[in-house]
């Protein structure tokens, strides 16, 4: 059982370049968002879904894309990265409801944009 | 002892006592809350969980308590060991779903 899987585990980009971050799940859940941790700081969700087809916002959205084709997958995408997106990224999944969000996180991308 | 700060909070406790770890969350319609453990390197992991209509809830060797009058909560590990040094960060559910993540301590345990 895989649980959350994250690819690549370090990428570095040059400003200005576009990529995608994988974030893949094997335990059927509703719940996947995207989390971004600086150093000395908490995660701050970018993005959520809570189902295949369905995607939200979360407190820093700007300069992230995300799609939900499918219950598995979950990328996220630089459409033109800059310094400041510089971060450990994580991706996290869980079986929502109403009483239960427990989370099961990946073991993250360390991006760096020079 | 207790953790206070703005940036990072640390605590630092000898092994053996007892850790507090104290969180203030912002939205009073939140229903229920989560303690996670962050080792270096690696991502969180879920240690307990509260919901709303509860005040305390025991796992092993950790507590938490819910104060919601003042939007409270907090972790208490018992007997802290070399193993439990880590950053601890509460997170809120809010309405919708998404999941919110306080600052996070820093748990330093002293042999």
Redesign the interface.
């Known amino acids: 059982n895989a649980g959350v899987t994250q690819t690549p585990k370090f990428q570095v980009l040059k400003t200005g370049q576009s990529m995608t971050l994988q974030c893949a799940q094997d335990m059927n859940h509703e719940y996947m968002s995207w989390y971004r941790q600086d150093p000395g700081m908490g995660l701050r969700l970018i993005h959520y879904s809570v189902g295949a087809g369905i995607t939200d916002q979360g407190e820093v959205p700007n300069g992230y894309n995300v799609s939900r084709s499918t219950t598995e997958d979950f990328p996220l995408r630089l459409l033109s990265a800059a310094p400041s997106q510089t971060s450990v990224y994580f991706c996290a999944s869980g079986s929502g409801g109403s009483t239960n969000e427990k989370l099961f996180f990946g073991s993250g991308t360390q991006l760096s944009v020079l | 002892g207790e953790s206070v700060g703005l ?2 909070p640390t605590l630092s406790v000898q092994e053996g006592d007892n850790s507090i770890i104290n969180c203030a969350y912002s939205n009073s319609a939140s ?2 809350f ?1 303690w ?1 453990k962050q080792e270096s390197g ?5 240690i307990i ?1 509260i ?1 709303s209509n509860m005040d305390k809830r025991q796992g092993q060797r950790v507590t938490v308590l819910l104060n919601k009058t003042v939007k409270h909560l907090s972790l208490q590990i018992a007997a802290t060991q070399p193993g439990d040094s880590a950053v601890y ?1 509460c ?1 809120e ?1 809010f309405r ?9 301590t820093e748990l330093s345990v002293k042999p």
Do not use: E, S, V, W
Request: glycine letters at 20%; hydrophobic letters at 30%; aromatic letters at 20%.
């Open positions: 940036h990072l229903d229920y989560i996670y690696k991502g969180p992991q879920f969980d919901r960060f997170a559910k919708g779903g998404k999941l919110i993540f306080g600052q996070g």
